[in-house]
Every structure is written in structure tokens, then in C-alpha cells.
Nanobody, 124 residues
Framework: QVQLVESGGGSVQAGGSLRLSCATSPYTYSSNYMGWFRQAPGKEREGVAAIYTGGSTYYADSVKGRFTISQDNAKNTVYLQMNSLKPEDTAMYYC??????????????????WGQGTQVTVSS
């Protein structure tokens, strides 16, 4: 059963931090690819970070050094730690998974499963 449930979004001031969580089912967690995307109003969904089986991670240039993707195998959960948040980080954040992860990590069209999203709002 595929299950992706995000939590942890909210409103913060610029410079603040949030940690997003994506709780999954064991089946979903065994996917080769897990990632985070975001979509701001009027913009396309963009890849933020990804992690593959084996631990390889990838980040968008705009978040490198500020965001960290990680996973907890015991909890079947993927996290996105977001530090030094900026107003331009404001968006709906989505957890993503794909059993095979054969596409580019940032390609939304290659993602098989999506969570419902959690809103992140950063004020200046």
C-alpha cells in the first residue's frame, strides 16, 4: 500500500527553521527514490532534495547548505530539515516516492507517488 503523509509545515520568519516529515508505509519506504518537491503559486513544481537507496542525496542549488534530507529506517520516515529559511522558500511542499527512481531526481514527471502536501510560509 502506497502512503505518504507530510507534516511539519507552518509559518516562520526569515532565518528560521522547520523540519518536514514524510511518514510512509513499509512498502513505500522501500522505494529506491524518496524526495521533496515544492510548488509556489503560479510556478511549476520543482525538485528540492532527494535521497536514494544507499544514501545518495541531491539538492537544488537554491537550497544547498540550508536544507538536509534524511531518513529514519525504524520509523519509515523521510525528513527535510530546513534552516536559514527565506521568503522565496514559501511554497507547498510535497513528499515524493518512486519504486525505481530511474528518472532525474528533480523531474516531477518521473515520480510515481505523491503526498498531499504541507504549506511552508516564510515572512520577511
Amino acid at each position: 500500500q502506497v502512503q505518504l503523509v507530510e507534516s511539519g509545515g507552518g509559518s516562520v520568519q526569515a532565518g528560521g527553521s522547520l523540519r518536514l516529515s514524510c511518514a510512509t508505509s513499509p512498502y513505500t519506504y522501500s522505494s529506491n527514490y524518496m524526495g521533496w518537491f515544492r510548488q509556489a503559486p503560479g510556478k511549476e513544481r520543482e525538485g528540492v532534495a532527494a535521497i536514494y537507496t544507499g544514501g545518495s542525496t541531491y539538492y537544488a542549488d537554491s537550497v544547498k547548505g540550508r536544507f538536509t534530507i534524511s531518513q529514519d529506517n525504524a520509523k519509515n520516515t523521510v525528513y527535510l530539515q530546513m534552516n536559514s529559511l527565506k521568503p522565496e522558500d514559501t511554497a507547498m511542499y510535497y513528499c515524493a516516492a518512486d519504486r525505481y527512481g530511474g528518472g532525474s531526481w528533480y523531474d516531477a514527471a518521473a515520480v510515481g507517488y505523491w503526498g498531499q502536501g504541507t504549506q511552508v510560509t516564510v515572512s520577511s
